[in-house]
């Protein structure tokens, strides 16, 4: 069973920072992306930034050059750095992990979401 522990939500004022982690654990063979989606109220969820084993990025335009994902591989871990932050950025944040090798094939995992406010 695998499963994806998500932290460093909150609330922030506008132009402040968080630091979002996503650790996976359980049987892990290895995994080929890792990323943060997020829902904002009344709106479809949204992908904020990707990375996988090798190490490329991808960003949406709303957050290049505010956002910073990077990855963990021994750790199964994600983070996701945020500054500069609007209030446009509220919303849940989920922690996908894309083609995880485990026990009897190759599954995509979703964590619970964490809550990022940005608000004076």
């Known amino acids: 069973q695998v499963q994806l522990v998500e932290s460093g939500g909150g609330l922030v004022q506008p132009g402040g920072s968080l630091r979002l982690s996503c650790a996976a654990s359980?049987?892990?063979?290895?995994?080929?992306?890792m990323g943060w989606y997020r829902q904002a109220p009344g709106n479809e969820r949204e992908l904020v930034a990707g990375?996988?084993?090798?190490?490329?990025?991808n960003y949406a335009d709303s957050v290049k050059g505010r956002f910073t994902i990077s990855r963990d591989n021994a750790k199964n871990t994600v983070y996701l750095q945020m500054n500069s932050l609007k209030p446009e950025d509220t919303a849940v944040y989920y922690c996908?992990?894309?083609?995880?090798?485990?026990?009897?094939?190759?599954?995509?995992?979703w964590g619970q979401g964490t809550q990022v406010t940005v608000s004076s």
């Open positions: 990375i996988t084993s090798s190490g490329s990025t």
């Open positions: 359980g049987s892990i063979f290895s995994i080929y992306a």
């Open positions: 996908n992990v894309e083609r995880a090798r485990v026990f009897g094939g190759v599954r995509d995992y």
